[in-house]
């Protein structure tokens, strides 16, 4: 009797466990919120790609040309200023002139580098002129006038 009212007690028990009158609970878990715009960044490999190891190569100035940049000044009927202004203005340069050598009539229509027409002004205009790179200037000076050391004769 003890061995049937165990096993009814069993069968209570197992029954009760798997029937249950309350809905399963379903846990609902939202998506955490994209903080990223860009994909993930590339892993990379701990095997690197390299070339042999040799002797660093002199570098030559020699191979390389020289480049200057070709331009046309067209400016018939002006001023030694006015060119001087505008020659500056294409390179992004500043300017410096007289007042009374930027009143001088020049003519120009040449094609060449920067150098080569700041001459090309200087001679129409009787003028020393100067392309000074470190401080963005073109400068010209009148006739006699030529930048001199500190102390030369």
Not at 128 to 139: A, G, P, S
Request: hydrophobic share 35%; proline share 10%.
């Amino acid at each position: 009797m003890i061995r049937r009212v165990t096993i009814a007690a069993v069968m209570v028990i197992t029954l009760a466990a798997c029937s249950s009158s309350s809905e399963p609970v379903v846990k609902i878990e939202p998506y955490k919120v994209a903080y990223r715009q860009s994909p993930p960044e590339p892993v990379y490999s701990r095997v690197m790609w390299a070339h042999p190891p040799r002797p660093i190569m002199p570098k030559s100035t020699e191979d390389a040309p020289y480049l200057l940049p070709q331009i046309s000044f067209q400016l018939p009927d002006t001023t030694v200023g006015e060119a001087v202004e505008a020659l500056a203005q294409t390179m992004g340069y500043r300017w410096d002139y007289p007042s009374n050598v930027g009143k001088r009539k020049i003519h120009l229509r040449l094609d060449g580098t920067i150098e080569e027409v700041l001459k090309e002004i200087g001679r129409q205009g009787g003028v020393q002129t100067m392309l000074d790179h470190e401080q963005r200037l073109v400068r010209v000076m009148g006739e006699g006038v030529l930048p001199s050391l500190p102390g030369g004769k």
